[in-house]
């Protein structure tokens, strides 16, 4: 069995056993002793080893990953230059706290988010460690530097698991069911969704701002927090121009624009941030995920001088750019640079685009092929109608999990198959696994 992870791992697809195989179930029976029930998991093999584009399980099998551990893994699992910069400042040192006596890692990353985040203008960060807190403290900035309280978020928008931020997440199922009381002075507005409302960008973006108009207004809002396209509610892809509209309205009402590009950021859709398709500039930017390689950390950048609106001592935390999780953003991001990862993305988004085309003519329960980049999504519906069907998704990806093919699902319905390869992945393995995908709608049909 493979004991070390990255290129290393022969990149195949192997069943050697039924998936999960007898070593994973094992386990699995002393998580349900030892892990709490509310931590689920999509598909229970235990991983040993990972890299290129494959898992290795402890059973010996090995699986094509279409997740990248939700589009975390982007540079791919165990990266060359991810490993070999983590692993030096592992054996330098682990951690001082930033806030008590600071290092060089925190400040090359925030330099790089500056130069790679849109916009030529001066920018600043500062570091957090999940996607969530990340969000929670753009939104802390954004009430400061306006003196605003208002937070605008969307329909189908998913920002996190934190107080805050489940307010800010639209879906009650799992994540806030029976969480609340909720954060308040969070105000949701209809999003841009060509398939369901029919909508040009221009019009979505009218319908979404006469609600925050009539219901907000604009002078108590500190921010419109936006993914570009959205991930867990369906990787829901606005019209052309939605977003350039709303971002003119955010500058001419003095409300200030937050891309949340935790899950679209770091070359996932083809560009460095989702944003630059469309010559998006935005005030703040949340990143998490792709930026580290699979170590946490998370950021939010913007405008100099709305970062520096924030009293000295204001943001911060124990681990926040801790030096390890620094090092490995810094090997991610060369390994991005270097690879011209952008460019993979749009090669791979290419590929699934053309394989789902396909699959979308053969199988009328896909409504939509959707997404950008290595960011793709297909949503089933009943066909002929908009009626989600959320029961043959779960078939579908059953089917591929036994098969050894990491598939995720998503979407407000749970109607939405997402495909987020990390960009280490061959051709070979991505038509294999699509091959598998389309064998599994014959098979469920
Ligand atoms: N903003 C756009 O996609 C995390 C959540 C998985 P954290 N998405 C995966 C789950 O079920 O918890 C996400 C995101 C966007 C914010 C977040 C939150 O990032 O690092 O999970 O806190």
Redesign the pocket.
């Known amino acids: 069995m493979t004991e070390i992870g990255g290129p290393t791992v022969p990149q195949q697809r192997k069943l050697v056993t039924a998936i999960p195989g007898p070593g994973s179930l094992e386990r699995l029976d002393r998580k349900k002793a030892y892990v709490a029930d509310g931590v ?1 998991t999509t598909l229970p093999v235990f991983v040993v080893a990972a890299g290129g584009g494959v898992l290795v399980d402890v059973d010996g099998n090995s699986l094509i990953d279409l997740g990248s551990g ?2 975390v893994t982007t540079v791919g699992n165990a990266a060359p230059r991810v490993v070999a910069r983590a692993t030096e400042q592992l054996a330098a040192f682990t951690h001082t706290c930033f806030m008590v006596t600071p290092y060089d890692g925190y400040v090359d990353v925030a330099a790089k988010l500056a130069e790679l985040t849109p916009g030529d203008h001066a920018k600043k960060s500062a570091l957090f ?7 929670e403290n753009a939104v802390k900035i954004a009430r400061v530097a306006t003196g605003r309280d208002a937070v605008a978020v969307f329909d189908h ?6 107080n805050l ?1 489940m307010a800010m ?1 639209a879906k009650n199922m ?2 806030k069911n029976g969480f609340g009381p909720f954060a308040g002075e969070v105000y949701r507005a209809p999003m841009s969704y060509p398939l369901r409302d029919g909508l040009s960008g221009a019009e979505a973006a009218a319908r979404a701002i006469d609600v925050l108009e009539k219901q907000v207004g604009a002078a108590n809002l500190a921010c419109v927090v936006i ?1 570009p396209i ?3 509610g369906g990787f829901v892809v606005p019209a052309p121009g939605f977003l350039p509209a709303i971002a003119d309205w955010c500058r001419a009402n003095g409300v200030l624009f937050v891309s ?5 950021g770091f070359c996932r859709t083809g560009a460095w941030f989702a944003v630059d398709e469309e010559s998006v500039v935005p005030d703040l930017i ?1 990143t ?2 792709g930026i580290a390689g699979g170590l ?1 950390l ?1 950021a939010v950048t913007g405008r100099a001088e709305v970062m520096d609106a924030v009293h000295a001592g204001g943001l911060g935390g124990t681990y926040g750019g801790n030096p390890v999780a620094c090092a490995a953003a810094l090997g991610a991001i060369e390994e991005m640079e270097t690879g011209d990862l952008a460019g993979r993305a749009r090669d791979i988004g290419a590929l699934m685009r053309a394989r789902l085309d396909a699959l979308k003519d053969a199988h009328p329960v896909i409504a939509e092929v959707r997404g950008r980049g290595a960011m793709m999504a297909i949503e089933l519906t009943t066909p002929g109608t908009l009626e989600p069907d959320a029961a043959r998704t779960a078939r579908v990806a059953a089917y591929c999990h036994s098969q050894g093919v990491v598939v995720l699902t998503c979407g407000t319905w749970g109607n939405v198959f997402r495909f987020l390869p990390p960009l280490s992945i061959s051709d070979e393995l991505l038509e294999e696994a699509f091959d598998v995908v389309a064998e599994a709608f014959s098979a469920t049909a």
């Open positions: 689920g939700i589009a460690n999940s996607g969530a807190e990340a969000v928008a998913y920002h996190g698991r934190t931020t997440t799992p994540y993914e959205q991930g867990e949340d590009e935790i899950q679209a949340t998490a995920k946490p998370a």
